[in-house]
């Protein structure tokens, strides 16, 4: 009822972890009519609601025996997933502080996708994407630094699981081609999505945020703009966060200086067609086809 009455447009973002899903949520946080807060974990809000309702199943059964066996009507997932989308657009609405164009980033989503499509009535869905040899050096220093900060081996065991950093970037490189391909076969023909590259977020912001802005149908003026290119400079959210370790260089040149030439062209193989797909051009340069 309050959603319908304010109008209230419901959208998601998301992408592989470490592929500028933060930068991207900061952007669209800081338009005056969208709201985007910190990253949510969706599925950890289902899991803990399907583990309620099991629980209260289990007082129903006790009841039902109790009171003669008569048959217990136990909760099932429709009621699960009802409380679910309840919950997690009243979330997304109190946050957005009266903003209409209200959002959740979680990088799960994109795992779920016909779920989310399905639950919310085709809300719009903002993807983003970056180079997997980036993405992945990305995510193992995270991870190892998330190890030393948190003082939580289980940080460090999602890289190392995989043996060294070029085992970890060929697993990065196989999951990256799995996003690509669910990705693709799910937004074939659909006029709900919207796909970015993290290097186009990094070298023509304002130009792809105006493209994004315009899906979400909030308005990209040049004041506007500006004030977000600004703001989201790397420098500037690195000087202005508590926790100024998070960015660290956000490259965009495929490895080159920490990963061997030999390895980025293994790599570069590996995902040469899933990066086609999704509309990235080949770095012949790096090239082991003849």
């Avoid at 059964?61 to 997690?88: E, H, I």
């Avoid at 164009?101 to 994109?110: F, K, L, R, T």
């Amino acid at each position: 009822m309050k959603k319908e009455s304010r109008q209230i447009r419901l959208f998601f973002c998301f992408g592989p972890p470490k592929s500028g899903t933060t930068l991207l949520q900061r952007a669209l946080n800081l338009h005056p009519r969208i709201s985007c807060p910190s990253e949510y974990d969706c599925r950890s809000l289902y899991e803990g609601l399907k583990w309620v309702f099991g629980e209260f199943n289990k007082v129903l059964q006790l009841y039902d025996r109790r009171t003669g066996g008569q048959g217990a009507a136990l909760v099932g997932g429709r009621s699960v997933n009802a409380v679910f989308r309840s919950a997690l657009e009243t979330m997304m609405c109190d946050a957005a502080g009266g903003k209409t164009i209200v959002g959740a980033n979680d990088n799960n989503i994109i795992a779920n996708l016909e779920f989310f499509n399905e639950l919310f009535d085709q809300p719009r869905l903002v993807a983003i994407f970056r180079n997997p040899i980036d993405q992945g050096l990305s995510a193992w220093h995270h991870n190892l630094r998330l190890a030393q900060e948190e003082n939580d081996p289980r940080h460090s065991e999602i890289v190392t699981q995989h043996g060294d950093l070029a085992g970890w970037l060929r697993e990065s490189a196989r999951i990256f081609v799995q996003h690509v391909d669910r990705w693709c076969a799910f937004s074939a023909g659909r006029d709900n999505v919207y796909m970015v590259h993290y290097e186009d977020l990094v070298t023509r912001r304002a130009e792809t945020l105006r493209g994004i802005f315009s899906f979400l149908g909030a308005e990209a003026d040049g004041a506007i703009l500006d004030r977000i290119v600004a703001e989201t400079d790397i420098k500037r959210m690195r000087s202005v966060s508590r926790n100024p370790e998070f960015f660290r260089a956000g490259s965009i040149d495929r490895g080159a200086g920490e990963v061997t030439r030999q390895l980025r062209a293994e790599l570069s193989e590996m995902i040469a067609d899933a990066m086609e797909k999704i509309g990235y051009e080949a770095d012949e340069s790096l090239s082991l086809r003849v």
